[in-house]
């Protein structure tokens, strides 16, 4: 019998990591970050994805890959420093089978994290040859994965909006970065920070995305006010519809006090064999200067607000995982339950969340995502999952209305990039947007092809134009801010915005005095290589040309 739902569920998780790559040094702690996301978040999210295809589970989910995450995906020497990473894990997983062979509190757990880590390296190497975007590729061709786009250095538009050069650059090249890719247009876009603003709309919509996600509040309070809030989208006057997040579920999984990750039986984040070993025993498996790090080997779990964390027992977490999911479906239900009467549709209910949440901070977090589509597919038939274009696509007429200025995030209005400990680096960062525009109006010919009589000369200008455009992206990252007010990193975070910055202002320099010094950008142009298979400094000129062109059929 076919179903007939009366809502939709769209679970979206939104992919992303800064641009992270030191080859330097032989060993930067700071691209654990990205090591440890491919195997506690990406590897499990697979093997998820994987038996769910392999079980004929009918599943959606929609899903963001940042360019800066899909170019450290794809990158040679990244790759080869996971393996390297992944294999020292092996190899201390396998001393912690020796080590608690008679304890069997702790053997089965460290038989886990050997079959993990083993399995990790199988997938990673043989199965997707070391490119994780193939595995995510091909769930898109399947059909039960949407990935949609995300701008070229997640910058946080709100703030970079004094010069609209810099926000139709990271739009732009965020998209061509997805064709390169995927192989095709995206059709939804993932602001970051979901930071919207009034006529950010007019961008995407001149750069072919039908859709992007506003925080609750953006919808909430958009002109005029929605008639069924949050759970249909809106047309915002250029056509491009806005999705707004449905605050209950995303509580349900994010509230420190209510939400699932925090639950006894599950997995304790905060407490790493890193820490608790003998440092003698751990030292070859955390930083080499003598500093301890997270290895991922977790023996515990949450226990409670104590101390005396007890041993995890998988299976109790196993079965919270399941007992969560279904928990999360009723919930969802009565929601739809309450709409579907007082609605003209059926109700759209938008959850998303940063793709780390699951498997990194809440280890059982992908199999709860199993368990929710297993359930939603076989056990009810009240909700079905779907994405944005699938609901576009049945529901084409949408109300119009002009979400409000929002993000996500603390007060949910920009705050938590544009205060105290982070203000400082704007003025800098529009001061190097508009250099960025000049050197593009003044290097036309060249960026679009034009050589002249001195091919050799023109193409070291070509390059660093090419290389001060990635600089400024780089700087104009919304982590840099972020991981300022969080007050952790902070150190590297500053580091890195000064150290894009001043290289920029170098180029820059050069450009105009007309030295530029080849072997210091080829240095440069290997450690910043983000994007180096597209012409960046292009979308600078041409949106002055496209500002030029509006002002005139504005009389301007």
């Given amino acids: 019998m076919v179903k007939q739902p009366k809502g939709y569920l769209a679970l979206v998780l939104h992919a992303h990591l800064p641009f992270v790559r030191h080859p330097e040094e032989n060993y930067f702690i700071e691209e654990n970050w990205l090591f440890e996301a491919i195997t506690e978040t990406y590897i ?24 800066t995450l899909a170019a450290m995906f794809c990158d040679p020497l990244l790759q080869d420093r996971y393996l390297r990473h992944i294999n020292k894990l092996i190899e201390l997983a396998e001393k912690e089978l020796e080590r608690t062979a008679h304890d069997p509190q702790y053997h089965g757990l460290a038989l886990m994290y050997y079959g993990r880590f083993v399995d990790a390296r199988d997938i990673f190497t043989h199965r997707y040859q070391k490119n994780l975007i193939n595995a995510f590729k091909k769930f898109q061709e399947s059909g039960c994965l949407e990935i949609i786009a995300c701008c070229a250095t997640h910058g946080f538009l709100p703030n970079l909006n004094i010069n609209e050069s810099s926000v139709k650059a990271q739009i732009e090249i965020g998209i061509e970065q997805y064709r390169n890719h995927f192989g095709v247009a995206p059709k939804g876009m993932w602001l970051p920070e979901c930071g919207f603003y009034p006529g950010l709309d007019r961008l995407l919509k001149e750069a072919g995305i039908k859709y992007f996600f506003c925080d609750s509040h953006g919808i909430m309070n958009a002109d005029p006010q929605p008639q069924f809030g949050v759970y249909a989208p809106v047309y915002c006057p250029s056509g491009v519809a806005a999705f707004g997040r449905d605050w209950e579920s995303s509580k349900q999984v994010w509230s420190s006090k209510e939400g699932y990750p925090g639950d006894a039986a599950y997995r304790e984040y905060y407490r790493d064999i890193g820490f608790t070993s003998d440092f003698e025993y751990i030292k070859p498996y955390v930083h080499p200067d003598g500093f301890r790090i997270n290895t991922g080997i977790k023996y515990w779990r949450i226990t409670g607000e104590t101390e005396n964390k007890e041993p995890y027992q998988p299976l109790w977490a196993k079965e919270k995982a399941a007992m969560h999911a279904g928990d999360f479906i009723y919930n969802r239900q009565q929601q739809i339950g309450h709409l579907y009467p007082h609605m003209e549709r059926k109700p759209i209910i938008v959850a998303p969340y940063d793709a780390e949440l699951f498997g990194h901070w809440w280890f059982e977090g992908p199999q709860w995502i199993d368990f929710l589509a297993r359930k939603i597919s076989n056990e009810q038939d009240t909700l079905e999952m779907i994405t944005p274009s699938e609901y576009l696509k049945e529901y084409s007429t949408n109300q119009v209305a002009m979400p409000s200025p929002s993000s996500w995030g603390y007060k949910g209005f920009s705050e938590f990039w544009l205060e105290d400990s982070n203000s400082w680096i704007y003025p800098y960062l529009h001061e190097a947007a508009e250099l960025m525009k000049d050197l593009a109006a003044k290097n036309a010919d060249l960026i679009q092809g034009n050589f002249g009589k001195n091919p050799s000369k023109a193409a070291m200008r070509y390059r660093a134009l090419n290389q001060a455009a990635r600089e400024l992206l780089l700087a104009e990252s919304s982590d840099w801010p972020f991981i300022m007010k969080a007050g952790t990193m902070v150190a590297y975070a500053q580091k890195r915005i000064k150290q894009h910055l001043n290289r920029f202002y170098r180029l820059s320099d050069d450009l105009k005095n007309d ?13 910043d290589n983000v994007f180096g298979d597209i012409n960046c400094v292009k979308y600078y000129l041409e949106t002055q040309k496209l ?3 509006r002002e005139v059929n504005a009389g301007v």
């Fill in 44 to 67: 499990p999210l697979i093997r998820v994805f994987e038996s769910l295809t392999r079980d004929d589970i009918d599943f959606r989910v929609t899903m963001s890959i940042s360019p």
């Fill in 515 to 527: 030295c530029i010094d080849e072997a210091w950008l080829k240095e440069v142009e290997n450690k």
């Fill in 547 to 549: 500002s030029q062109q």
